[in-house]
Structure formats: structure tokens, C-alpha cells
């Protein structure tokens, strides 16, 4: 059974399911896992909007939705944005602050139910969701963040984008190519000549974006198209099917030995993805 099954139909980046939906979704499941998209509001260049990283973890957290019998949260929308802060509209919220808000989610969701909880994380500078992940596997918590480099990697391969990791840094290839596909509406034209590169960001974290870039841009959004889009989020959502084995999977030996299997949950994602 996938995820859109007895999924009701939602708009822009919210959920509208009721509450008898998560009822019957999680009635046809071992373990019922959460899925968490994790934004910012930060600059992406004059013309991505501000929104962008919570678009694109929206996209991601739907398509992985349509596909696995997950509970799918509203997401996340102000997050750590603070090498942004020279760019007018960037608002950020201390690292302190996303740490409670994810662990005070995590806990609601245990409490009605939802054993576990995958991050889906769609600015590189939310660092402290990798501590979040680690600190909770820890304590037998079950919660994963998503999606890892590696599941990067293979999206890059498969959609046919040329920009690496290292130079599709912010408002680039890649947001710029699932903006196209999920939300062509909201990308305006500039995009095709707002090429630029900064590979070399070694003191990003002491000085910020605005060292490396007027414009606010570091990658090559001109290369971006929506079929890439399209490929990028259907690359995704096969690789997280390893997640969601890996959550059901450990839930369903620590019940059956009645131990802890949720220690390593997390494992081999404790990095965010590398656009900013």
C-alpha cells in the first residue's frame, strides 16, 4: 500500500489530512514513521524566493508521501540561516532553538503513537539536525535525517545534472530545477544568466555568504530545467526507501526481543544536504 492510498489531497506545501486519515494510515502499518521537512527563510538570489529551501524539502517530504505509508508534517519554515543575514528578507532562528523545536515534535509524535521521526532537511546550514539525529539514536529514539550526500549523489547521476556538490552551493542547478518542476510559478526570470562559482569557501561559517558572493548566487541555475527536477525527486524518494526499512525494520526486532534496536537510526546521515 503507498502512502497515497488513503492520503487526502494537499495543496501548496500544507497537508490536509484529518485526523481520521492519520488514524486509518497508521492502522495499516507495524510502526508509523513521521516525515518532518526542514526549510529556511534566507535569500536565494532575485529570482528564487525566500522560501525556497522549505519548497524544496516540501517536495521531497510529498514525494517520498506518495510513495511509503508515512505521516506527513507541515514543515519547518525559519530555521539557521545566519550566514544570509547581510541579504534583506533572511530571517533565522538560533541553532538552540531548531534543537528544542525538533525534539519537542519528536516527543509529540512518540506520545500519540509515532515511533519514528525522519528529518527531511533542505538547508545545508541546519547543522544541528545532524546533533538532533545523533543525540536521539543515542537514547533508543528512532529518527533519521534525509536526505544523506550519497542519496545527493545518485539524484545528481540519475537527473543528469552537470553542477558537483561543491560548486551547486546556493540557488544553483539543483533548487533551481525541482523549483522548475514543483513550483514553476515562483521562479522568475533571471535565473538563466545568474551563473557563478565560489568553490573555495573555506571561511564561509566565520564570514559569511556575503565574502564569496554579490549577488547571493553559487552555482549554475542556468542549467536547470524541470525534468531534471522531476528525476532529482524521483531519485530521492527510491533512496529513502532504505530509511524506511531501516526505521520499521529495528522497530520491528526490538519488539520482537523486546530491546532497543533504535540506536543506529540516523546512521550515514548526519549530514545536511549541500545547497545552502
Not at 566565520?206 to 549554475?220: E, N, Q
Amino acid at each position: 500500500m503507498s502512502g497515497s492510498d488513503i492520503r487526502s489531497a494537499a495543496y501548496g506545501v500544507m497537508p490536509t489530512d484529518t485526523t481520521e486519515d492519520v488514524r486509518a494510515r497508521g492502522a495499516g502499518v507495524v510502526t508509523q514513521v513521521a516525515v518532518l521537512p526542514v526549510g529556511s527563510f534566507e535569500q536565494h538570489g532575485a529570482y528564487l524566493p525566500l522560501a525556497t529551501d522549505t519548497l524544496v524539502a516540501c517536495a521531497i517530504a510529498r514525494e517520498i508521501a506518495e510513495a511509503y505509508p508515512v505521516h506527513l508534517l507541515p514543515p519547518v519554515t525559519i530555521a539557521c540561516s545566519h550566514e544570509h543575514a547581510a541579504w534583506p528578507g533572511t530571517v533565522s532562528i538560533s541553532s538552540v532553538t531548531l534543537h528544542a523545536v525538533v525534539r519537542d515534535i519528536a516527543a509529540s509524535l512518540r506520545r500519540s503513537g509515532v515511533e519514528a521521526l525522519v528529518l527531511v532537511n533542505g538547508h545545508g546550514g541546519n547543522y544541528v539536525l545532524g546533533n538532533v539525529v545523533q543525540e536521539s539514536s543515542a537514547a533508543g529514539e528512532r529518527m533519521a535525517l534525509f536526505p544523506a550526500p550519497e542519496d545527493w549523489e545518485a539524484a545528481l547521476e540519475r537527473s543528469g545534472v552537470s553542477t558537483s556538490l561543491l560548486t551547486d552551493m546556493h540557488a544553483g542547478e539543483i533548487e533551481t530545477s525541482i523549483l522548475l518542476h514543483a513550483h514553476p510559478d515562483v521562479v522568475r526570470p533571471g535565473y538563466e544568466s545568474a551563473d557563478f562559482v565560489a568553490d573555495d569557501r573555506r571561511h564561509l561559517l566565520t564570514l559569511g555568504m556575503s565574502a564569496y558572493t554579490d549577488s547571493g548566487v553559487i552555482g549554475r541555475p542556468s542549467l536547470g530545467s524541470a525534468e531534471k527536477g522531476k528525476e532529482l525527486l524521483a531519485s530521492l524518494a527510491d533512496s529513502f526507501g532504505a530509511y524506511f526499512t531501516l526505521l520499521t525494520s529495528a522497530a520491528s526486532q526490538a519488539s520482537a526481543t523486546g530491546g532497543d534496536a533504535g540506536a543506529g537510526t540516523g546512521a550515514g546521515a548526519g549530514d545536511a544536504v549541500s545547497s545552502s
